[in-house]
C-alpha cells in the first residue's frame, strides 16, 4: 500500500502498543501523531501515583521469551532502572497458604493426612467414574484431579476472575490452559527441585521490574517520541477516523479545550476498544459491523490500595485469594515489588475486584470500597482493619476482553470491513484486536505492524507464544488468542448478565 507522502501516521492510545509503534515509527524517521485521552500514558501498565505512593495496575513481570521486546525493554530504559526482583506468591484457601507453584510438604502440611487421603480417594474415584459431559469446564476439570482438589484450587478464584460459573464455562478452554495438566503431573512438580523448573516460564523464581513501576518504562518512551519530532497529545480523545474512497484520511479529536480538530493522516494504528472504534467510524459501517461491535464485552477490574506498617505486610508479590467469604481476588503487595513503590516504614496492598461496570462493588464510593479492602484484610487474617492508615482506588473499565461464544465471529465480522472499506486502518495491543495479550505480546503485534508499514508482511494476528509461558516448549505456535482465557456465556446486552 503506498503511503501519502507528508502525511504523519495517527495512534490512537498511548499503552504499551501504542508507544511501541509510536516509538519504532520515530526511529525510521516517520511523522507520527499519538491521541491519549487519560492524563497518563501507558494504559493498563501504567504507574499510578497518589500522594507518593505508586500503584501497578494489575503487577506486571518484565519477562519475556520474545526477544526483540526483551532488547526493545531495555533500549528504553538504562538496565540500571531495573530491579531484579524475587518472584513470591502463594495462594488462599481455607485459612491456609498455599506455595504457588505447589510444593508438596507444604501443601500436605496445610492440608492434613486426612483431607489429603480423602483428595487423593476423591480423585480415584474421578478416574473410575468421571463425570460423563466433560464439554464444560468443572467436570474436565473433576475428571483430571477428583471434586476435593478442584473446589480447593480451581472453582473460587475463576469464578472471581471471570463472574460467571466454571460449569457454564467450555472445556475448550481447559484443554488449551490447563494443558496435558493431571494430578500426577502437578505431583511430580510439586516434587521437583526449583532449579530443575526454570525452563517453564510461569515457575521462574526472579523477574525485572522498573524500579518505579511499570508506568516508568512508558513515561520513558513518551519523552524519547517527543524528543525524535513525534507528538504525544494528551487528554485528547478520537472521535471520529473518517473515511474516503476506501482509505482512513483523517482524524477528528477533542482535545482538553473542548474543540474538535481534523488531522489529516496517512495511516491509524489503534488501541481504541474495538467497539468504540466501529462506532468512530466516519460514514459509520453498515448495521451487521455495527452490531458486531456492539456484540463485544468486557470483563473490569479495580484495585483498593490500602496503607500499612511495613511490619504487617507479607514478602509475596501477590496472593491469589481461593475464598468465598470475601470478594477480592488478588492482593498486590507493592513494596514487595520495589520499595521505591512505597515509604519507609510503610507498605501498601492492593486489593483487586474484577467486576463488570454494571456491578455493585464498581458502583461503590472510594470510602465504602477502602472499608471493604480493610474488613476483608482482616477476615483474612492477613491484617487488623485497624492498622489501615489510608486508602486509595483505581478504576479501569475494559481491562480483559471479554470472550464469549460469538466473540471471533463479531471480531471476523469486523476486520473483514476494515481491510475492505479503511485498509490503513491497523489493529494493535489487547483492546485494539480484542486480544487477551500479555504486555510483550501486545508490544510485538505494534513492532510487526510497523515493519508491515514498511514493505513487510508479517500476520499479526498469529502473534501468540502462549506455549512458552506455561509449559516447555515442544513444536510451533498454533496460533489463538494470545494469553488464554476462556470463552464464556454471552453478556446480555439489555440486563449485563
Keep these: 500500500m503506498d503511503r501519502p507522502q507528508g502525511l504523519p501516521i495517527a495512534i490512537i492510545g498511548a499503552g504499551p502498543a ?20 487519560d492524563k497518563v500514558v501507558g494504559g493498563i501498565s501504567r504507574t499510578v ?35 531484579l526482583r524475587p518472584r513470591m506468591s502463594r495462594i488462599f484457601y481455607d485459612g491456609k497458604y498455599y506455595d504457588y507453584p505447589l510444593k508438596a510438604s507444604n501443601a500436605l502440611r496445610n492440608m492434613g493426612i486426612l483431607e489429603a487421603i480423602r483428595s487423593v480417594l476423591s480423585y480415584a474415584w474421578a478416574q473410575i467414574r468421571p463425570p460423563k459431559d466433560q464439554s464444560n469446564y468443572e467436570n474436565w476439570l473433576v475428571a483430571r484431579f477428583g471434586w476435593r482438589l478442584y473446589r ?18 467450555p472445556a475448550d478452554w481447559a484443554a488449551q490452559r490447563v494443558k496435558g495438566l493431571s494430578l500426577g503431573n502437578a505431583i511430580i ?21 522498573p524500579k518505579y513501576g511499570p508506568g516508568m518504562m512508558w513515561e520513558r518512551c513518551q519523552q524519547l517520541v517527543e524528543a525524535a519530532g513525534g507528538t504525544v497529545a494528551m487528554r485528547t480523545r478520537v472521535v471520529a477516523i473518517n473515511v474516503t474512497e476506501g482509505m482512513a484520511t483523517s482524524v477528528t479529536v477533542v482535545g482538553p479545550d473542548g474543540q474538535e480538530v481534523d488531522h489529516e493522516v496517512a495511516h491509524v ?3 481504541m476498544p474495538m467497539n468504540h472504534l466501529v462506532r468512530a467510524f466516519a460514514p ?16 473490569d477490574f479495580l484495585t483498593v490500595a490500602l496503607v500499612i506498617p511495613e511490619d504487617k505486610g507479607f514478602p509475596d508479590n501477590w496472593i491469589y485469594i ?30 483487586e475486584y474484577f467486576v463488570f461496570e454494571d456491578d455493585h462493588i464498581w458502583s461503590m464510593s472510594d470510602e465504602e470500597l477502602i472499608a471493604l479492602g480493610s474488613k476483608e484484610l482482616e477476615t483474612l487474617g492477613l491484617v487488623r482493619a485497624e492498622d489501615v492508615e489510608m486508602g486509595y482506588v483505581m478504576r479501569i473499565p475494559k481491562a480483559y ?33 480484542h486480544k487477551y495479550n500479555n504486555q510483550d505480546h501486545s508490544m510485538y503485534t505494534a513492532m510487526l505492524t510497523v515493519e508491515n508499514l514498511h514493505g513487510a508482511n508479517h500476520d499479526i494476528w498469529a502473534v501468540n507464544v502462549e506455549e512458552e509461558y506455561h509449559e516447555t516448549a515442544s513444536g510451533p505456535s498454533t496460533g489463538g488468542t494470545g494469553r488464554d482465557a476462556p470463552i464464556l456465556p454471552r453478556r446480555d446486552s439489555t440486563t449485563g448478565h
Design 49 to 83: 501515583e497518589r500522594d507518593g505512593w505508586r500503584f501497578d495496575i494489575g503487577g506486571h513481570r518484565f519477562f519475556t521469551k520474545v526477544q526483540p521486546v526483551e532488547d526493545l525493554w531495555h533500549e528504553i530504559l538504562p538496565d540500571e532502572d531495573f530491579l
Design 152 to 169: 480447593r484450587f480451581f472453582k473460587t478464584y475463576t469464578e472471581k476472575v471471570w463472574g460467571v460459573p466454571v460449569k457454564d464455562m
Design 18 to 37: 501504542g508507544l511501541t509503534a509510536a516509538y519504532e515509527l520515530v526511529k525510521r524517521g516517520d511523522k507520527v501523531i499519538v491521541f491519549e485521552a
Design 269 to 271: 494504528i489503534s488501541t
Design 189 to 209: 512438580n510439586a516434587l521437583t527441585p526449583k532449579r530443575k523448573q526454570t525452563d517453564i516460564t510461569s515457575l521462574i523464581e526472579e523477574f525485572q521490574y
Design 284 to 299: 459509520a459501517p453498515p448495521p451487521p459491523v455495527l452490531a458486531a461491535g456492539d456484540d463485544l464485552h468486557y470483563r
Design 322 to 351: 481461593h475464598a468465598s467469604e470475601v470478594e477480592v481476588g488478588r492482593i498486590q503487595n507493592f513494596g514487595s515489588w520495589s520499595p521505591f513503590m512505597v515509604k519507609d516504614g510503610r507498605t501498601c496492598l492492593g486489593l
Design 401 to 433: 476482553p471479554y470472550y464469549d461464544f460469538e466473540y471471533k465471529d463479531n471480531v471476523a465480522t469486523i476486520c473483514a470491513w476494515i481491510d475492505a472499506e479503511a485498509p490503513n486502518v491497523h489493529l494493535v495491543g489487547r483492546n485494539g484486536m
